[in-house]
C-alpha cells in the first residue's frame, strides 16, 4: 500500500471549515483512499473513502486532486466535537485476505473557539 | 443500535500475570480485528477473524499473545505473562462482510502492566 504523509497538527476556529491534507504521491490505479478519525479515548471512526471521484457523506467531503497524488478532508463547519486526530490511509483492495487498516501517525486537529 | 464493546475498559496487571481482554462485535458482522495502539501512536494491526477462523495472525506479537472467537461472535485476546512493553491499549473491530475497510471499532481496553 502507498505511503502517506499528513502534517502533525492542525488548528481551526469553530464554524470554519477545517482541511486537512494527505499528500500520497506513490498512489496506484487501483488504490483507494480512505480517512478515519479518533477522538481521544475512543476507537477509531470512519469517515469517508474515495478512489478518484470527489465524494461528499454527511460527516465531511473528499477532494482528490486529478493526477491522485494528494487529497484534501474537508469538515465544513468544524465543531469542538471534531477535534481529533484524522488518518489517512491508502488502501489497495481486493488484496489478502485480511483488511487490515494500516495507520500512520496522522494530523491532530485542535478546534477552538 | 449497539456497536461493538469491550471489556474490561481498564486493565492493570503485575508484571508475569496473564490477562484476557473480551471483545463484543456488532451481531451479524462477519469479519473481526484486533488492533493495539501503544500511546501517541497509531493502532497497529494484531490479529483478523472470519467467523470462527483465525486467518491472519501476522501482527501478534510474540507466542505470549492469542486470540480466539470460538462461535464466530465474542472474541478473547489472551496475553500470557504481560511484560512492561505490552502496555497500550488494545482494539477491536468488526465489519459486516469478509473483505471490508469501513471497520465499526469498540472502545478499547487499556492494559497497564506494572
Known amino acids: 500500500d502507498a505511503k502517506t504523509t499528513q502534517p502533525t497538527s492542525m488548528d481551526c476556529a469553530e464554524g470554519r471549515a477545517a482541511n486537512l491534507p494527505c499528500n500520497h504521491s506513490?498512489?496506484?490505479?487501483?488504490?483507494?483512499v480512505y480517512w478515519y478519525r479518533q477522538i481521544h479515548s475512543q476507537g477509531p471512526q470512519y469517515i469517508i473513502h474515495?478512489?478518484?471521484n470527489n465524494e461528499t457523506n454527511e460527516m465531511a467531503s473528499l477532494i482528490i486532486t486529478e493526477d491522485r497524488k494528494s487529497s484534501t478532508l474537508i469538515l465544513p463547519h468544524a465543531t469542538l466535537r471534531d477535534t481529533a486526530v484524522y488518518y489517512c490511509?491508502?488502501?489497495?483492495?481486493?488484496?489478502?485476505?485480511?483488511?487490515?487498516?494500516?495507520f500512520g501517525t496522522g494530523t491532530r486537529l485542535q478546534v477552538t473557539l | 443500535g449497539a456497536g461493538v464493546s469491550q471489556s474490561p475498559r481498564y486493565k492493570v496487571a503485575k508484571r508475569g500475570q496473564d490477562v484476557a481482554l473480551r471483545c463484543d462485535p456488532i451481531?451479524?458482522?462477519?469479519?473481526l480485528f484486533w488492533y493495539q495502539q501503544a500511546l501517541g501512536q497509531g493502532p497497529e494491526f494484531l490479529t483478523y477473524?472470519?467467523?470462527?477462523?483465525?486467518?491472519?495472525k501476522s501482527g501478534l506479537p510474540s507466542d505470549r499473545f492469542f486470540a480466539e472467537r470460538p462461535e464466530g461472535s465474542v472474541s478473547t485476546l489472551k496475553i500470557q505473562r504481560t511484560q512492561q512493553e505490552d502496555s497500550a491499549v488494545y482494539l477491536c473491530?468488526?465489519?459486516?462482510?469478509?473483505?471490508?475497510?469501513?471497520?465499526?471499532f469498540g472502545p478499547g481496553t487499556r492494559l497497564t502492566v506494572t
Open positions: 506513490t498512489i496506484s490505479g487501483n488504490e483507494y
Open positions: 451481531s451479524g458482522h462477519v469479519s
Open positions: 473491530a468488526s465489519s459486516l462482510f469478509e473483505i471490508s475497510y469501513e471497520q465499526y
Open positions: 477473524f472470519q467467523n470462527e477462523a483465525q486467518l491472519d
Open positions: 490511509i491508502v488502501i489497495s483492495l481486493g488484496t489478502g485476505t485480511a483488511s487490515k487498516l494500516t
Open positions: 474515495g478512489l478518484k
